[in-house]
């Protein structure tokens, strides 16, 4: 079963910008965080982003000031702006929300993931 539907990926040129969207339930969206992804060739995964309930936002090192998360609770929606895109930057980006309980992961939801390519 797909839990969250991510979209917006695709093919873009180094330098240029994307920004993906990741829809859930409005059950889903209320998890504690909504968080982004990614798996690039021959790597782990790795954290993007993540944005908790208040708002708070979380980054890679080396990805913020290029990344920004957001979130839209009217349309229980994450986004995931990407701007001055690198080649390295490719990997498949996976959205994802966790429940907490007491501290510890209680629910884990992903999406199935959108190829993100950038070219030199």
């Known amino acids: 079963q797909v839990q969250l539907v991510e979209s917006g990926g695709g093919l873009v040129q180094a330098g240029g910008s994307l920004r993906l969207s990741c829809a859930a339930s409005?059950?889903?969206?209320?998890?504690?965080?909504m968080a982004w992804y990614r798996r690039a060739p021959g790597k782990q995964r790795e954290l993007v982003a993540s944005?908790?309930?208040?708002?708070?936002?979380n980054y890679a090192d080396s990805l913020k000031g290029r990344f920004t998360i957001s979130r839209d609770n009217a349309k229980n929606t994450v986004y995931l702006q990407m701007n001055s895109l690198k080649p390295e930057d490719t990997a498949v980006y996976y959205c994802?929300?966790?429940?907490?309980?007491?501290?510890?992961?209680?629910?884990?939801?992903w999406g199935q993931g959108t190829q993100v390519t950038v070219s030199s």
């Open positions: 994802n929300a966790r429940k907490l309980q007491f501290g510890l992961a209680r629910d884990d939801y």
């Open positions: 409005g059950t889903i969206f209320s998890s504690n965080f």
């Open positions: 944005i908790n309930t208040g708002g708070s936002t």
